[in-house]
């Protein structure tokens, strides 16, 4: 079998049992099934699904060197310190020789060696933009089913890419260290528009006064663009899936600007401070109704993740029965067909399927 392929097992409900009972071995168990897509993981997901909906999920994210390890281990502390439990997710680079995470379990949650309420797991990135996979989204399925207060994943820090982590965080913290500018204008390629709280950490360095005047700026700058109006309001998957869930117009004078904080993580200058700014974000998505929006955009485009995922299995089954990609590609290079009228004919079967379920519906059948 296939990685990733669909199975026919059914879920170990034993585990399930110990998970939902707050197992820690069993959550171990279950996310190295998702990671590693066991036989049976599906089954695992599915039937963990009916028990999420309460975890706090933040993602962090942020160019190399911004200090994100460090800082996330200060978070975890500070819940524990509120009594809130926190489950933790960093997507590590993938090795080579292995696809597994190159850090493995790396002891860099020094803070939280031995307490058992702050679970650390290092997931490989496996090639997916910005380090997030389907895996990710699943494992944040477990802590939540769990019971973990809070989420965190931690990213790679691969830049642009990585706005993946919009899709599956509520709230995302960009990281910035002080710098001569070179890290701020990256975020104008692309990552400041994901960002809901922006932090200046390592502040106590040459340079932070003027890194945090730049973000502000920048921040200004886009609330005062046209094309990036609303995107912490009616827009990017907010306003719209608000009306269709019935919260009506959404009010443009309630939207989030992001915050520019400072941090020193290392000794945990400000920490408490932006744990704070992500409740006040997770009060405003809630009051305002978009935290429904952001969920109901999550899962439309995980169903498109996974239908393209298990759409190219099928398209990888029929290819090998027809003997191979390499045929057609001899038969493009001789200009005896062209790639459009291949992928036409190799998906027929897969469209006349699906015309006919469709049209069997049409007539009641």
């Given at each position: 079998m296939s990685e990733g392929e669909p199975e026919s097992g059914t879920a170990e409900p034993e585990l399930i049992a110990e998970l939902l009972d707050g197992k820690h071995r069993a959550l171990a168990r279950v996310i190295s099934k998702i990671e590693n897509r066991a036989p049976g993981y599906r089954d695992l997901v599915s039937r963990l699904h009916a028990h999420t909906g309460t975890a706090d999920v933040i993602g962090i994210t942020g160019s190399p060197g911004?200090?994100?390890?460090?800082?996330?281990?200060k978070m975890a502390a500070t819940y524990r310190d509120r009594g809130e439990t926190v489950g933790v997710i960093a997507i590590d680079p993938s090795s080579p020789f292995t696809g597994g995470a190159v850090l493995g379990d790396r002891i860099r949650m020094a803070s939280n060696v031995g307490d058992m309420d702050v679970f650390f797991r290092s997931m490989s990135a496996r090639g997916t933009l910005g380090g997030l996979s389907t895996a990710?989204?699943?494992a944040v399925k477990a802590f939540d089913a769990f019971g973990k207060d809070k989420v965190i994943i931690e990213t790679v820090?691969?830049?642009?890419?990585?706005v993946d982590i919009v899709s599956t965080a509520d709230t995302v913290a960009v990281l910035v260290p002080p710098s001569?500018?070179?890290?701020?204008?990256?975020l104008k390629a692309g990552i400041l528009e994901i960002?809901?709280?922006?932090?200046?950490?390592?502040?106590?360095m040459d340079g932070a006064d003027r890194t945090v005047m730049e973000l502000r700026e920048m921040v200004r700058m886009r609330n005062d663009s046209p094309s990036f109006a609303g995107h912490h309001g009616a827009e990017a998957g907010y306003g719209g899936d608000d009306r269709a869930a019935g919260h009506g117009e959404a009010d443009e004078s309630d939207d989030w600007e992001p915050p520019v904080l400072e941090t020193v993580a290392k000794s945990g200058e400000g920490v408490e401070a932006f744990l704070d700014t992500l409740a006040e974000h997770r009060d405003w998505l809630e009051r305002t109704g978009r935290?429904?929006?952001?969920?109901?955009t999550r899962y439309a485009e995980e169903i498109r993740t996974l239908l393209r995922e298990d759409t190219s299995r099928l398209v990888g089954r029929e290819l090998d029965a027809r003997g191979g990609?390499?045929?057609?590609?001899d038969a493009v290079m001789d200009?005896?067909?062209?790639?459009y009228t291949v992928a036409d004919e190799v998906l027929e079967p897969l469209r006349e399927c699906v015309e006919e379920h469709g049209r069997g519906g049409e007539d009641g059948s």
């Open positions: 911004a200090g994100k390890s460090t800082l996330v281990d990710t989204t699943d820090g691969a830049g642009q890419n990585e001569s500018g070179d890290d701020v204008q990256m960002a809901d709280v922006l932090v200046v950490n390592k502040a106590d935290l429904e929006g952001k969920t109901r990609l390499e045929e057609y590609v200009r005896e067909t062209d790639p």
